[in-house]
C-alpha cells in the first residue's frame, strides 16, 4: 500500500512540474479510484492546484472531485477562482459544473476574475482570444443554468461593451439583455 502511495505521491509531484503521459495519468486516476482516501494521503495543498490545473487538468477535475465532501475543498477552489486565467482552468471549471455543483461564491469570483484577466491582458492578439473563450463559457453556464447571472449581471454587461468589437461579446450581451430577471437556480444566489 505505501508503494502505491509513493508511487502516486511521485507521479503528482511529476505533474506539478509538466505534463504527464497518458499513461501516468491513468495510473494516478485508476490508483485514486481504488483507493478513494488516497487524495488525503498525497499531501497535496492548494497552492499546488494552479501547475496541476496547467498541466494535467484531467487530474485536477479528478482531485476536486475527490475532496467534494472535504473542508478543504474551499481552499483548493478559492485558488482556482484566484488562478491566472488560462483554457485549462476553464476546462476544469467547466468539467466540474457537469459533474457537481459549486458554490456560488466560487463561480462568481471565478467569472469576475475572468473578465478581469481579460481587461488586463496587454497583448491584444491574447486578449481578444480570452475574451472569446469567456464570452462561450459564461453562455454555456448561462443556457446551461450553472450560474444565476442576475449578480453579475452590471458587471458582465460592462464586460461586453468594453468588448463589444468581439463577435461573442456582442452575442452574449444580446442572451443578458434578453434575459429575464427571473432567478436561473434557486439554489444559487
Known amino acids: 500500500l505505501s508503494k502505491v502511495v509513493d508511487m502516486v505521491r511521485e507521479l503528482v509531484g511529476r505533474a506539478l512540474k509538466m505534463p504527464l503521459m497518458p499513461a501516468q495519468q491513468a495510473t494516478v486516476l485508476t490508483e485514486m479510484e481504488v483507493d478513494p482516501l488516497l487524495i488525503h494521503r498525497l ?10 490545473v496547467e498541466h494535467t487538468p484531467a487530474m485536477a477535475v ?14 483548493f477552489l478559492t485558488v482556482l477562482a484566484r488562478t491566472e486565467l488560462s483554457l485549462h482552468s476553464m476546462e476544469v471549471v467547466n468539467r466540474l459544473t457537469s459533474v ?3 458554490p456560488s461564491e466560487f463561480m462568481h469570483l471565478y467569472i469576475t476574475n475572468c473578465m478581469h484577466s481579460c481587461e488586463n491582458q496587454q497583448d491584444k492578439y491574447v486578449q481578444n482570444r480570452l475574451v472569446r473563450l469567456v464570452c462561450v463559457f459564461l453562455q454555456s453556464l448561462i443556457r446551461n ?13 460592462s464586460f461586453c461593451v468594453n468588448f463589444s468589437r468581439i463577435r461573442e461579446a456582442a452575442k452574449l450581451f444580446r442572451l443578458l439583455k434578453a434575459m429575464p430577471d427571473a432567478v436561473h437556480k434557486s439554489s444559487q444566489g
Open 43 to 52: 499531501g497535496l495543498d492548494p497552492c499546488h492546484l494552479p501547475p496541476l
Open 62 to 75: 479528478e482531485i476536486l472531485i475527490k475532496l467534494a465532501n472535504h473542508p478543504q475543498l474551499y481552499d
Open 100 to 102: 457537481m455543483e459549486l
Open 145 to 157: 443554468r450553472v450560474v444565476n447571472i442576475t449578480d453579475l449581471m452590471h458587471e458582465a454587461q
